[in-house]
């Protein structure tokens, strides 16, 4: 009986690992990685460009072109590109009954599916980030051996958002693209504690304490009256806190829903 059952969580295990795997070849042969890509070019085509006038410093990177750009727009564009798709994706194109028919377990094709956005979504974010600091010069890449953790934390909780969004709703992508262009373009940059419920906020937050030796905290550039600021750690608490809850809701949600 115990090896009867050893073998069942290994043939489990293995299955988990060969359908995260599958997953995130399709996506990545999907239409979203030729969107990411497009809008990759713009990017990095904003950041040679930036490059080319001399003297630049990292904090001016940050505030011309990293915070801006990729943080605000960017950044949140990029993980729903994926990160949306991994239940939706099934149920659109009417695989997901078959899939549930399989053997797995429902939380282990919750994690799957998940661990196949993620890889993807935080694997495509630093290394966007990486390509954008190489092209913008020494500027650049200081500011991305300072500030990758802040686009790390960040990535997690747009997976858990927009994943959770997949499993929730029908029109997960069209929701998940309001939510990047409304919450977190135009609210994300409000004055106000409106903008905490963007995930930019805090994003910026993990920016602004890392970069202090730099003069990017609110004082240096922003007004602390209008940005509110919190803490580094206190940002990273409530991106970690919020992924979980993120992650909770979506593996509830599927394990609990009728496909049909």
Not at 17 to 22: E, M, P, S, V
Request: charged share 10%; glycine share 8%; hydrophobic share 55%.
């Amino acid at each position: 009986m115990e090896l009867t059952h050893r073998s069942r969580v290994l043939m489990i295990l293995r299955g988990g690992f060969q359908l995260a795997g599958l997953s995130a070849w399709r996506m990545l042969r999907s239409r979203q990685t030729l969107v990411n890509a497009l809008l990759m070019a713009f990017a990095l085509l904003a950041a040679a460009a930036w490059s080319m006038r001399h003297e630049r410093t990292a904090a001016q990177f940050v505030q011309e072109v990293f915070l801006p750009l990729y943080v605000s727009f960017f950044l949140p564009i990029f993980s729903l590109c994926y990160a949306s798709a991994g239940v939706a994706g099934e149920r659109q194109e009417q695989t997901l009954v078959y899939l549930l028919a399989t053997p797995l377990p429902r939380p282990v094709i919750y994690v799957a599916k998940f661990a196949a956005a993620f890889l993807l979504v935080s694997v495509w974010n630093l290394a966007g980030f990486a390509a954008l600091g190489r092209l913008a010069g020494p500027a650049g890449w200081e500011s991305f051996l300072r500030f990758w953790p802040a686009v790390a934390w960040s990535s997690l909780a747009y997976t858990c958002l927009f994943h959770a969004f997949s499993v929730l709703l029908q029109r997960a992508t069209i929701v998940s693209l309001g939510y990047a262009l409304i919450l977190e373009t135009l609210l994300g940059n409000m004055p106000g504690i409106v903008k905490r419920v963007a995930i930019s906020y805090y994003a910026q937050c993990l920016v602004f304490d890392a970069g202090q030796g730099l003069g990017l905290g609110p004082a240096g550039g922003r007004d602390p009256a209008l940005f509110l600021p919190i803490a580094g750690d206190t940002a990273r608490l409530v991106l970690v806190g919020a992924s979980g809850t993120l992650f909770a809701i979506g593996w509830w949600a599927f394990c609990r829903s009728e496909y049909a």
